[in-house]
């Protein structure tokens, strides 16, 4: 089974600074992908990036950025240029394929990381 | 705008008294899919559906059950409703791209609260 660990429960980030949030995973599955969404407390779960486990570069959108590190299996969120609005829940998901292949999967989420940005 | 939407936002219903909650999509994504997220817990999957396929996750209770009339709705429906089962329902659509991996998009989730 697919485990996906958050150690974060709370983090704090002055306005305009670099955050780094944390994600360990563990499977067995060579072929995986890890995501982060970001939920406000409207409830809506945003996606922010993707990384496949075979991509070869660190993904990167805008001011996220995802540090995989494969042989430890980590892949930490880092956003750059903290600002007001990226006050939310932070979820790291790792996708899981059902048992009859396909493209489609299933999200199993971490426990969240709720980021509080100070101005 | 292309995007998910859930109806209602917030739902309170009595014990035992069946509710349903509502799913659209405008995105034409063929894969439909209903989290269970519980106050200060990580979403958690019920059930998706794959175009008219229904597929259920293992542990989701038979109280819960799901109608997808066409592509673009998808229905949750709880016929007795506990007090364990007050939770923030996530909608979320996927279109399946062959190799590719795509996101999953979410709605904004329907609050339930169970009197």
């Known amino acids: 089974a697919q485990k996906i660990t958050q150690t974060q429960p709370g983090m704090f980030v002055q306005e305009k600074e670099a955050v780094t949030l944390d994600c360990t995973y563990d499977t067995s599955d060579q072929s995986y992908g890890l995501f982060w969404y970001k939920q406000p407390s409207s409830g809506e779960m945003i996606f922010l990036i993707y990384?496949?486990?075979?991509?070869?570069q660190n993904a990167t959108e805008g001011r996220y950025s995802l540090n995989f590190q494969k042989a430890r299996k980590s892949a930490n969120l880092v956003i750059s240029a903290s600002q007001l609005g990226d006050s939310a829940m932070y979820f790291c998901?790792?996708?899981?394929?059902?048992?009859?292949?396909?493209?489609?999967?299933?999200?199993?989420f971490g426990k969240g990381t709720l980021l509080t940005v100070n101005p | 705008d292309a995007m998910v939407i859930q109806n209602p936002r917030y739902q309170v219903t009595q014990f035992g008294k069946p509710v349903t909650l509502s799913c659209s999509q405008t995105?034409?994504?063929?894969?439909m899919y209903w989290y269970q997220q519980k106050s200060s817990q990580a979403p958690k999957l019920l059930f998706h559906y794959y175009d008219k396929d229904f597929n259920n996750e293992a542990d989701t209770p038979d109280n819960f059950q799901s109608r997808r009339p066409n592509t673009s709705f998808c229905f949750l429906d709880i016929r007795s409703p506990g007090l364990g089962d007050a939770a923030m329902y996530l909608c979320?659509?996927?279109?399946?791209?062959?190799?590719?991996?795509?996101?999953?998009?979410f709605g904004p989730g329907t609050r339930l609260t169970v009197l």
């Open positions: 979320a659509t996927s279109r399946d791209k062959g190799e590719v991996v795509s996101e999953q998009f």
């Open positions: 995105l034409n994504h063929n894969v």
């Open positions: 998901a790792m996708r899981e394929e059902f048992p009859w292949g396909g493209s489609n999967y299933k999200l199993t």
């Open positions: 990384q496949g486990s075979y991509d070869e």
